[in-house]
């Protein structure tokens, strides 16, 4: 089989070790077949927060690093309509409903719920839009009101019924909905979402194997849901150790002293680079 992966960054800032890392296991999968083909996409979504200059920063450093990729690197930016039309497929089979609540409403309406604050971690949303009345929603939306559009997990069960996921670490693991909760599918400010944009993508790009840190293992729930709807291929999923400093936590954009531009402005060779990535995993 012809092995096809994928790096996907965001321009928000400078790559550090734990990109690198991530970088790396999907191109030395794609390398481990003969054809294989490893791409580069910039997840640019987040359009507040992009900055043009980490487009090339971000290029500059894997070609530097030896981690070179095949054709021409996918901005999501350029492929709004493509969300929007995946959305409308979803809402065409009544599976995803507009959501009025602020990030403040959820909170105090979890926290009601669940009778004490959920610390630092975002709650699972209580579902408090989704079983509004469908002419008070098409009103609230007539008048401008802003809303995300979210997705219905458990009547998409209804609809997919049950579903695995394979992943080349930890095994066959059967799909939970209730991991995720109806996560936004189009956020208020962008007519997509990581979610949503993540699925599309992989399909477009003939993705066979998604690659990509521990931490994100919890989401391939929800997106499995959202391939099996829109009729996608399932992939193949590696989810690697995380890249942690001496104290164990998983490194950041903000650890700017572990970007890959300080490290070789400190006199740091790319295979040095490489290899302090792989022995900071765990």
């Not at 929007?84 to 105090?108: H, M, N, V």
């Not at 208020?188 to 979402?193: L, P």
Request: contains cysteine; negative net charge; hydrophobic residues 35%.
């Amino acid at each position: 089989m012809n092995i096809i992966t994928r790096f996907a960054p965001s321009p928000t800032g400078d790559l550090h070790l734990g990109h690198i890392l991530a970088a790396k296991v999907a191109r030395d999968l794609a390398r481990s077949s003969p054809d294989g083909i490893f791409l580069l996409r910039h997840e640019d979504i987040d359009g507040g927060r992009v900055k043009e200059e980490c487009y090339h920063r971000i290029e500059k450093d894997l070609v530097w690093l030896g981690l070179g990729w095949d054709g021409n690197a996918l901005r999501q930016s350029s492929r709004l309509d493509a969300y929007g039309e995946a959305l409308q497929q979803i809402r065409d089979l009544e599976l995803a409903y507009p959501c009025f609540c602020t990030r403040k409403e959820i909170q105090t309406e979890t926290e009601r719920i669940l009778g004490a604050p959920h610390g630092d971690a975002a709650p699972l949303y209580p579902g408090t839009c989704r079983n509004l009345d469908k002419l008070e929603t098409a009103a609230r939306i007539a008048a401008g009101e802003p809303h995300s559009w979210r997705f219905d997990s458990a009547k998409a069960a209804n609809f997919h019924g049950e579903l695995t996921f394979s992943d080349l670490s930890f095994g066959t693991s059967r799909v939970d909905i209730l991991a995720n909760g109806d996560v936004v599918l189009a956020r208020k400010d962008i007519g997509t979402s990581y979610h949503l944009a993540v699925v599309v993508d992989d399909d477009f790009q003939q993705v066979t194997h998604v690659t990509r840190g521990e931490d994100l293992l919890g989401a391939t729930h929800v997106q499995r849901q959202l391939q099996a709807i829109l009729g996608y291929r399932e992939p193949t999923y590696l989810h690697h150790g995380l890249v942690r400093d001496e104290k164990g936590i998983r490194l950041a954009k903000r650890d700017a002293a572990r970007s890959i531009e300080s490290l070789r402005e400190s006199g740091h060779s790319a295979a040095e680079i490489l290899e302090m990535a792989e022995e900071s995993v765990s």
